[in-house]
């Protein structure tokens, strides 16, 4: 089974920063395009649409290839984009992401919620005890709940705020998320935990963020280390920053 993963996140490197739109012009033009591509048909990703049309649904019926649509939310007409990536599946299968439910009679919807508040303190020590992070070792488990209800006990919003903790006081960080005003887990929130993050990595460490853009998947070290053109004691001794910070696994 062949998978094909397209990301739909509003978000571009434009040389400074990271911008973002709140929605994407992403269409079924860009999604046939996509799957072209990933599939080892770029030559045929700049046909007319229609072209692209029968190309891939022709791909399609003769093979089962799964098609991975990420932060789908940020679609503005995405229920049609689904309706119509339906209507030449074939012997494909979709599986979409997305804040939003998909409203398509064959879509079938699992709705994700944060974990338990017993489950996220288990998931909390665990992570504490992998980062050496003092800070949240030391914590109460009077923390380790506020830390769970800030968040909605959401596993990755627990590994940003526990990388905040390995270096600031967890009243201290809790403090500042919640005067935040984080009602909800949303772009404002993870933006706010990761430029706190950011502000507090040195040079090379920010390198081998940015270096990490370059890839689809997983680099190998020596991939990243190449594209971060950063040398080898160097490299491990900041990508160790990112580890410990939950920005780099």
Do not use: C
Request: hydrophobic content about 45%; glycine content about 8%; proline content about 2%.
């Amino acid at each position: 089974l062949r998978t094909v993963w397209i990301s739909t996140q509003a978000e571009r490197w434009d040389g400074e920063g990271v911008t973002r739109k709140e929605i994407t012009t992403y269409s079924l033009d860009s999604l046939l395009a996509d799957i072209l591509v990933q599939s080892g048909m770029s030559s045929s990703a700049g046909a007319p649409t229609a072209i692209k049309l029968d190309t891939v649904r022709e791909m399609l019926s003769a093979n089962p290839i799964l098609i991975v649509l990420d932060n789908l939310e940020t679609v503005t007409d995405r229920d049609a984009l689904v309706a119509s990536l339906f209507e030449i599946l074939g012997q494909g299968k979709v599986l979409v992401t997305s804040r939003y439910a998909i409203a398509h009679p064959k879509a079938f919807t699992i709705d994700i919620g944060g974990l338990s508040l017993a489950d996220g303190i288990k998931f909390l020590k665990a992570t504490a005890g992998s980062q050496n992070n003092q800070n949240l070792i030391a914590a109460s488990q009077a923390t380790l709940a506020r830390i769970h209800n800030v968040t909605g006990g959401a596993p990755l919003a627990m590994l940003l705020v526990s990388g905040q903790m390995y270096y600031q006081p967890v009243d201290r960080i809790l403090q500042m998320i919640e005067k935040a005003g984080k009602s909800e887990l949303s772009y404002d929130f993870y933006s706010f935990i990761f430029k706190k993050s950011w502000k507090g990595l040195d040079g090379r460490s920010r390198k081998i963020l940015v270096a990490m853009r370059q890839f689809e998947g997983s680099p190998t070290a020596e991939e990243l280390q190449s594209t971060a053109d950063i040398s080898g004691d160097v490299f491990y001794s900041a990508a160790t920053v990112l580890v410990q910070r939950s920005l780099l696994s």
